[in-house]
């Protein structure tokens, strides 16, 4: 009880009452639990979950593997991603290149937000490669990649539906003197 007696509540609070809270959560793993879903999805008959935010470890050594192509850095980061061994399941279960490379576009979204069916991820992955065509031999992956981000970078700019810049100051107006009547 407050002065005069009467029963204390938030400054806040309008007169309506506190609303109810949800069953309390003990710790934050079990609340980090309820807020990121922990839904998992099948992927060539191994169970993944899917993710939900972007791992702090894969973030981390993504700028430390960023050029690396070892079998076991790829095993990492998508371990890190996946949870578990799934790299070598999915080998085994024989997962192409192509399928990679969507789950992977696929869980990339999901992990930071963008919820995407497969459709939508290989879709991505098929519009990129396209986009991008082979690298002449002898490029490595840096360079194909700042290509590819001049490339996206250009066709961005290219399709905006704004005016464009002029190229030079000559004038492109008709000569004509009379009207074609």
């Not at 050029?67 to 991603?81: F, G």
């Not at 290149?97 to 789950?103: A, D, G, M, S, Y």
């Not at 002449?136 to 700019?157: I, V």
């Amino acid at each position: 009880m407050g002065r005069h007696g009467q029963p204390l509540r938030p400054e806040h609070d309008s007169g309506q009452g506190m609303t109810a809270r949800k069953t309390p959560v003990d710790s934050f793993d079990a609340f980090w639990a309820e807020v990121s879903g922990g839904a998992t999805e099948t992927i060539r008959s191994i169970e993944v979950k899917v993710p939900t935010d972007v791992p702090l470890a894969l973030e981390m050594r993504l700028k430390d593997l960023q050029d690396s192509e070892s079998e076991d850095d790829i095993r990492e980061l998508v371990s890190i991603l996946f949870g578990g061994d799934v790299l070598d399941q999915w080998r085994d279960a024989g997962m192409g290149l192509l399928e990679f490379k969507t789950v992977l576009a696929w869980g990339m979204a999901h992990a930071t937000g963008t919820k995407v069916t497969f459709r939508e991820a290989y879709d991505m992955v098929v519009a990129e490669e396209a986009g991008e065509g082979k690298a002449p031999s002898g490029q490595n992956r840096a360079t194909r990649r700042t290509a590819a981000k001049k490339t996206a970078a250009s066709a961005r700019s290219a399709s905006t539906g704004g005016r464009s810049n002029p190229t030079s100051r000559a004038s492109t107006a008709s000569k004509r003197t009379t009207s074609r009547g």
